[in-house]
């Protein structure tokens, strides 16, 4: 079965701090797609990245960074110089179809809060 | 823009009274989500539609249903909401299932009194 976990449930900083949010999942699979998004206190979640397991290269995107490892089955977020704009809940979820032929399901980790203060 | 949209953003409903949630999309995606969120969980997903194929959850209670009378829109009917039920109720669509990234909407919060 498919299991990401965030072992990380608040994590409160300072503005201007780096954060790196963890995120480790589990799956059988050997193709798989994973995948953070925020949900800011509105409610909506907002899609951040989209990896597949083929694809082990860091991603950057403005303040925001991935790092990708198969070898620990990792997939950590990192905002450098946070705001208080990124106060959210941050979510990583996988899927992965876990060789039944079934159309996978995103699982979703249990989310971490993070509080950037001014 | 394309997006994901959601009516109404609270509904407040009495114990037991019908209520529908409502979502459209602009994306022309296949497959529309419903899930359900309680506070400080992670969403569960209900059901999703395949274009008009329903694909129930197996824990999801027979006191939720769904609609999808065309591309655009999926309703979410709760026939008798208890209490348990209050919720943010997001939907989302992808342009396949699987893999494919998944769009969600704002999400309705529903109160139960």
């Known amino acids: 079965a498919q299991k990401v976990t965030q072992a990380q449930t608040e994590i409160s900083v300072v503005e201007k701090e780096d954060v790196t949010l963890d995120c480790v999942y589990e799956t059988r699979d050997t193709t798989y797609y994973l995948f953070w998004y925020k949900q800011p206190p509105s409610g909506e979640l907002v899609f951040l990245i989209r990896r597949n397991s083929f694809d082990e290269q860091n991603e950057i995107s403005g303040r925001y960074s991935w790092n990708f490892q198969k070898s620990t089955s990792s997939f950590n977020f990192t905002i450098t110089a946070s705001q208080v704009v990124d106060s959210a809940v941050y979510f990583c979820?996988?899927?992965?179809?876990?060789?039944?032929?079934?159309?996978?399901?995103?699982?979703f980790g249990k989310g971490i809060t993070l509080s950037v203060r001014p | 823009d394309a997006m994901v949209i959601q009516n109404p953003r609270y509904q407040v409903t009495q114990f037991g009274k019908p209520v529908t949630l409502s979502c459209s999309q602009t994306l022309n995606h296949n497959v529309m989500y419903w899930y359900q969120q309680k506070s400080s969980q992670a969403p569960k997903l209900l059901f999703h539609?395949?274009?008009?194929?329903?694909?129930n959850e197996a824990d999801t209670p027979d006191n939720f249903q769904s609609r999808r009378p065309n591309t655009s829109f999926c309703f979410l009917d709760i026939r008798s909401p208890g209490l348990g039920d209050a919720a943010m109720y997001l939907c989302?669509?992808?342009?396949?299932?699987?893999?494919?990234?998944?769009?969600f909407g704002p999400g309705t919060r529903l109160l139960v009194l």
């Open positions: 989302a669509t992808s342009r396949e299932t699987g893999e494919e990234t998944q769009y």
């Open positions: 979820a996988l899927s992965a179809r876990e060789g039944t032929g079934a159309n996978s399901k995103l699982t």
């Open positions: 539609y395949y274009d008009k194929d329903f694909n």
